[in-house]
């Protein structure tokens, strides 16, 4: 299918499996996504305690059983709607990294890197390590033809105060960035720092550029898009969800003050 009429700059309250069968083919230059995690992840406003009431409730998760064949039908259906020349960048948690790496390879993506995403302030345990790291998986179709802009955030010349050159620190694949709390204002659950949506659209996208997101959460992709004078689209199943960030979108506000929900 191929439909210059299609509209971006919109995002659709739905599920993304459906969804992507209206989308045309090689139509999107970017996919930026956060998938469910099926950890039986259940985003309830009792397990928030200061700023509980803010958290919007209705996590929407896939069951552990249903995971490898739910990751097959988006990312067959993601390998269709990208351009030759595009990139996708998956986030996991390791829980379940092998079903993603699994079918990442059976969709025919080539893995370009695997990036490690350093938080601060993972959840303390006392009988194991604390998980401080998310895994961010950097893929394309065509490793000829994929878009990768080296010094759109540091000059080849420019250096720190040690004489070390910042656009090698910056392209290492550990990304130390911190998440975002949003203290007093509306939030989801689970969200990603513009920060690193920001580095990723630098380095893999131009302006103007159809950036992607199926599981939009907060809308952090489609709003970081925005900003950077990029076109968007995404899905997000939870109607609550989605009016949140459609909000976002509309009044141009990266965060919502409790008065305007
Ligand atoms: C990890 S969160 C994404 C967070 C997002 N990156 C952000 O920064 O806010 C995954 C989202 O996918 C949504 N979701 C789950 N299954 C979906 C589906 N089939 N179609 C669309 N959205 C879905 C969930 O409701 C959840 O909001």
Known sequence: MKDDS???????????????????DACVDLIVTDPPFAIE????????????????????????????????????????????SGSMY?????????????????TGFITVNHLIWKYQFGVVTK???VTS???CIYVCKDEKKRKFFPFSRFDPTARDTQGGSL???????VWSIHREYWHGDQKTPTKLPSEI?????????????????????????????KKMNRRYFGFEINPGYYEFAKKRL??????????DE
């Open 6 to 24: 299609f509209q971006f700059n919109r995002i659709v309250q739905g599920d993304c499996l459906t969804g992507m069968s209206d989308m045309p």
């Open 90 to 106: 998956v986030f996991s948690g390791w829980n379940h990294l092998k079903d993603i790496l699994t079918v990442i390879d059976d």
């Open 197 to 225: 949506i920001r580095k990723i659209l630098s380095y893999s996208s131009e302006e103007n550029d159809v950036i992607f997101d199926p599981f939009l959460g907060s809308g952090q992709v489609a709003v970081v898009s």
């Open 41 to 84: 992840f259940k985003a309830k406003r009792s397990n928030y305690h200061r700023t509980a009431s803010r958290v919007l409730e209705g996590y929407h998760e896939i069951s552990t059983a249903d995971y490898g064949q739910f990751t097959h039908r988006w990312m067959d259906a993601a390998f269709r709607v990208l351009k030759c």
């Open 167 to 173: 656009h090698y620190r910056d392209k290492e694949d």
């Open 250 to 259: 509309d009044q141009n506000a990266y965060r919502l003050k409790p008065d």
């Open 133 to 135: 790291h998310y895994h």
């Open 127 to 129: 009988r194991r390590f």
